[in-house]
């Protein structure tokens, strides 16, 4: 495993990302992960300052539509977290503050799917609800997209 | 300075940044006509969350540049000027739409409805220069000595 990963490390295209001064590298590759950031827990805070009481004039159903950006963006920091992790596997393996974040970052996308269930599963209709299971959720959602950014900020220092 | 307020500080300068971005962007994109069955109005109750993610990354970006000033200032790089001028676009852009009464026309907007021609033209040059923003800023350490 470790063997593979390191090759994979040190392919053509993997020392080309981490060498180049081509602003289309690795720059570019940082843009689209923070990027997906921003709109990964950019909107899923929105939705769940809503569900915690924000703006309760808001009618809640139609915030549904905004799932599909979240996981677009879910979907390119998928994408752009993979080649970040395949140039630099074994660093990243060996660094605690990647593990917190990718766990952070599993948990707050499974915490998401559930939110969608519990309150939107009749968005369709113009129906949500909130009970206080998905207050919880909603607070968990928010300390772990968070999370998940400050133990990536951290990775630096590790 | 103690060694953990950069750090800290770079975490909070993210944590503003997907507040400010993400509560903008939800406004924006209904503006624009995503989600349309929201009412505006009340999407507005949320501004104040993403104001108070703007103020983070504002703190904490002066604490960058109070801490290691002659890394951003001198010499000045493209990448930091090039942030700093969309910064003052995005606040120029969200004052004009305050200071033209766009921001009251827009409160009319109800669900089903469109927004009017200036406020999608608004929220696209909004959504435009934020992540603008975010292009620049994560070259900063690529251009000059930022870093």
Partial sequence: MMGWLQSVENSPWSIWLKESPSIWGYPTLLFFHTLGIAFSAGPSVAVDLRILGVARRLPLAPLDAFFKVIWMAVALNAASGAVLFASDATAKLANPAYLVKMTCVLIAVAVTVMIRRRVFRDAAEGVASVDAASRYLALASMILWFGAITAGRLMAYF | ?147
């Fill in chain 2, 1 to 147: 300075m103690s060694s953990w307020v950069l750090p800290a500080c770079e975490s909070l300068h993210f944590i503003g940044m997907a507040m400010l971005v993400g509560i903008v962007g939800v406004f924006d994109l209904r503006l624009l006509g995503m989600a349309k069955r929201l009412p505006v109005a009340p999407l507005q109750r949320l501004m104040p969350w993403a104001l108070f993610g703007f103020v983070l990354t504002l703190g904490s970006g002066l604490v960058f540049i109070t801490a290691n000033p002659r890394q951003y200032l001198a010499p000045l790089s493209l990448s930091f000027v090039a942030k700093m001028f969309f910064i003052l676009l995005g606040c120029l852009n969200v004052f004009f739409f305050y200071a033209t009464g766009l921001k009251r026309m827009v409160d009319g907007v109800d669900a089903g409805q469109d927004a009017p021609v200036a406020a999608k033209v608004s929220a696209g040059l909004s959504l435009l220069l934020w992540v603008g923003v975010m292009y620049w800023g994560r070259l900063l350490q690529f251009f000059g000595k930022s870093f």
